[in-house]
């Protein structure tokens, strides 16, 4: 199957995820106007009012670099809906993305038929991440265009299924827009997610160390220095389990590696307690120990690119 339109022309096969709270209009211009897909959560702009002008903001901005870039225009963005009952938001954030008409609409705790239908209507892709063949077969009949994978060692809210076995039960039966979230930081990776049958990498942590993020400085500092090692699986923050930095854990005053467990009936986007866990206790994949310092976004996808072509002929050679 042929990629839609929208998603055929980036400079490299990679989406930037939509982080709660960092990502913001700054960083998704300059990550479309390198070449990907640049995203944010609609839920980030504070009050509501605001979502309708950050995005007037990303549309002016990347049709203005497409004005004087006629031979390397922008890649298209995407703005994260969450779907969850949680979200008292989310009729007023599809209207101010039908409004804008919105590229890609990704979808996050949820599908929803009626979504699909009014983003298919302005003319959007709908992507919907998965943690399992299960909830993909879901989305798919409900009409969602495309999955996200998010597998194990994926930062913020992960799956326990590792990418291999993820990619290949979801491509048994579907042969859409498919693209693979867990640990991906280097250029390699990249296309080792092509390799094993994705269309697109997913890639989140490594922009939270970019001087774009709307990040505190200890939080992009415990990127650069983190590893593997430092990344705790947990369900408590949210109700949902997700990958976090144990080193924003220990500084809440908490023990990691002796956390109760939660419920996802405790889940909220909207409350000051939700707010306040991401705000202090920082979301993050395993892959970070690709991370050596805070730089430019455009920077770290061109090391991305370089990385990617390297790859491909060192693999083919």
Known sequence: MSLPAVLDRLRLPVIGAPLFIVSHPQ?????????????????????????????HEISEALAAHD???????SAPFAVNQIVH?????????????????????????GAREELNHAVHGWGGVTLHDV??????????EKGADGLIAVAAGAGGHA???SPFALVAEIRRWFDGPLALSGSIATGGAVLAARAMG??????????IATEEA????????????????????SNLFTGIHGNYLR?????????????????????SFEGSTSAKAWRDIWGSGQGIGAIDRVQPAAELIARLAEEYAAAKVRVCS
Not at 198 to 207: E, H, K, L, Q
Not at 218 to 233: C, F, L, N
């Open 159 to 161: 799956g326990r299924w």
């Open 198 to 207: 994705a269309d697109f990498a997913y890639i989140g942590s490594p922009f």
């Open 214 to 233: 709307r990040a505190e400085d200890g939080y992009k500092q415990g990127i650069v220095e983190g590893g593997a090692g430092d990344i705790v699986y």
């Open 27 to 55: 960083l998704v211009i300059a990550q479309c106007k390198a070449g990907i897909v640049g995203s944010f959560p609609a839920l980030n702009a504070r009050p509501q009012s605001q979502l309708d002008e950050w995005l």
């Open 247 to 267: 080193s924003s854990i220990v500084a809440a005053g908490l023990d990691p590696d002796k956390l109760p467990e939660s419920s996802a009936e405790a889940m």
């Open 131 to 140: 943690i399992d063949d299960r909830y993909a077969r879901k989305a798919i």
């Open 85 to 109: 009952r949680s979200n008292t938001r989310f009729e007023e954030d599809m209207a101010t993305c039908a409004k804008w008409k919105v590229p890609i609409v990704i979808t996050s705790l």
């Open 67 to 73: 004005r004087d870039h006629p031979d390397a225009p």
